[in-house]
């Protein structure tokens, strides 16, 4: 398999669990009432987990690498922090703050961006951070979901309707990784970090007061869990 095809494979791939996890959302039934919402909670922290895991298990690492300058690469990472808080604080200003949903967008294209750019210079992490993609785009897609579906108005379909209408953008932002980012890795690696920079605010922001629950231990599991998924991962495509 050729690397634009094995991109468009990993892309649409992980893409696809964007509306799978939303399915499961609509299909979800637990009862008691307080264990359908500690388990949502999981769920939240759980994302955030396998987040924290992408970013030190691969992002930050290989951006590093590629730009091969420590302060470059601080500054390169403070900045993506700032523009998705300047970007979230634009949102909220027209009352149009969605979390879960603005969290699993705005981390879904700069690391599409990045896969695609990976896979065009052979890089050995190309098939991890592809990995991560996935596993972290099934519990933003469940809580995205969740999350819509509590909009007065809303209707499951249109809201499924949506999640599958992002699957493309992964392929097509990996695609222009593949032709713009191989023949920069400079380029590439700082895309990394701009990406790990607002994924981290965005999982201190948003993802980790929405998963903490007082008196209930199974939201932070969640979190534990969700980076040991990532750390395997990363084993095992290293060994």
Same mark, same amino acid.
């Given at each position: ?27 979800? /039934? ?30 930050? %690492? ?17 900045? &993506? ?17 969605? %979390?879960?949903?603005?969290?699993? $967008?705005?981390?879904?294209? %700069?690391?599409?961006?990045?896969? &695609? ?18 596993? @972290? ?8 979901? /969740?999350? $819509? /579906? ?13 999640? $599958? ?11 222009? &990784? ?26 201190? @922001?948003?993802?980790?007061? @929405?998963?903490?629950?007082? /008196?209930?231990?199974?939201? %932070? $599991? ?18």
């Amino acid at each position: 398999m050729d690397s634009l095809t094995a991109i468009i494979v990993y892309t649409v791939c992980a893409g696809a669990c964007i509306p799978l996890g939303g399915a499961f959302a609509y299909a979800e /039934r637990i009862r008691p009432r307080w264990l359908e919402n500690e388990f949502r909670h999981f769920v939240i922290a759980l994302g955030g987990g396998i987040l924290i895991a992408a970013v030190a298990l691969v992002l930050v %690492p290989e951006g590093m690498k590629y730009v091969k300058h420590a302060g470059v690469s601080v500054i390169v990472l403070l900045g &993506g922090g700032i523009c998705f808080f300047v970007l979230e604080r634009a949102l909220g200003s027209r009352h149009q703050e969605k %979390p879960q949903f603005v969290a699993m $967008l705005l981390d879904f294209v %700069p690391e599409s961006l990045a896969l &695609g750019g990976a896979f065009a210079i052979g890089a050995h992490s190309a098939p991890l951070l592809a990995m991560f993609i996935g596993l @972290q785009n099934l519990p933003e897609g469940f809580n995205a979901f /969740r999350e $819509l /579906r509590a909009v007065p108005g809303s209707s499951a379909r249109r809201i499924l309707g949506l999640m $599958l209408l992002l699957v493309p953008i992964g392929p097509i932002m990996a695609i222009l &990784g593949w032709l713009y980012l191989s023949q920069n890795v400079v380029l590439l690696g700082a895309t990394m970090l701009f990406a790990s920079g607002g994924i981290l605010y965005l999982v201190f @922001q948003d993802i980790a007061p @929405q998963a903490h629950m007082r /008196r209930h231990w199974a939201p %932070p $599991l969640g979190a534990v869990i969700g980076f040991s998924i990532g750390m395997l991962g990363n084993n095992l495509v290293s060994g």
